[in-house]
Nanobody
């Protein structure tokens, strides 16, 4: 239905900022919700936030609320994750995902995933 590709990861010092992009491609771009997750070794994939495509309503987990912002660019079929005030514990592989249901924190609710982009925050 849709293919997703993340970009924008890298190495940044604590307190710095990064903006991740998730570009969607394919013949049809029709998803009810898109979300950002991150994963670290030995831990479950963690929900960071999501956006409802119809009206751009956003939702955030408590761990990132106030620091991370999700937005979209309809013209370019792109979703962004602006990350500010980064902390070492934000280190991980960041994924974007798309689904046909409401925004939830459950990875299983999303049926399309990008390949991930590494974010490393140093002390």
């Amino acid at each position: 239905q849709v293919q997703l590709e993340e970009s924008g990861g890298g190495l940044v010092q604590a307190g710095g900022s990064l903006r991740l992009s998730c570009a969607a491609s394919g013949r049809t771009f029709s998803s009810y919700a898109m979300a950002w997750f991150r994963q670290t070794p030995g831990k479950e994939r963690e929900f960071l936030g999501g956006i409802r495509w119809s009206d751009a309503m956003t939702y955030y987990s408590g761990s990132v609320k106030g620091r991370f912002t999700i937005s979209r660019d309809n013209a370019n079929n792109t979703v962004y994750l602006q990350m500010n005030s980064l902390k070492p514990e934000d280190t991980g592989v960041y994924y974007c995902a798309a689904g046909q249901r409401s925004v939830t924190d459950a990875p299983g609710a999303y049926d399309r995933w990008g390949q991930g982009t590494q974010v490393t925050v140093s002390s």
